[in-house]
């Protein structure tokens, strides 16, 4: 219990949750930096969505 308490309240949370069996781990990101530069973490994630158009013609059979 003192694990958990010293977290911050959303892991807190989460941790709560997952003794009870409610929430699965799908990751567990972790970030170093050296001293006093920058770091940044990306939550969630960058997909490319696939779309299609098609223009039709003026004349011709299509596809």
Do not use: C, F, H, Y
């Not at 308490?5 to 409610?22: F, H, M, P, R, Y």
């Not at 960058?46 to 596809?63: C, E, F, L, M």
């Amino acid at each position: 219990m003192r694990d958990l308490i010293v977290k911050s309240g959303v892991q807190w949370t989460l941790n709560i949750a997952k003794t009870d069996g409610d929430v699965n781990t799908l990751a567990s990101p972790r970030i170093r930096a050296r001293n006093r530069e920058k770091a940044k973490i990306l939550i969630g994630s960058r997909v490319p969505v696939i779309t299609n158009s098609v223009t039709p013609v003026a004349s011709g059979t299509p596809w």
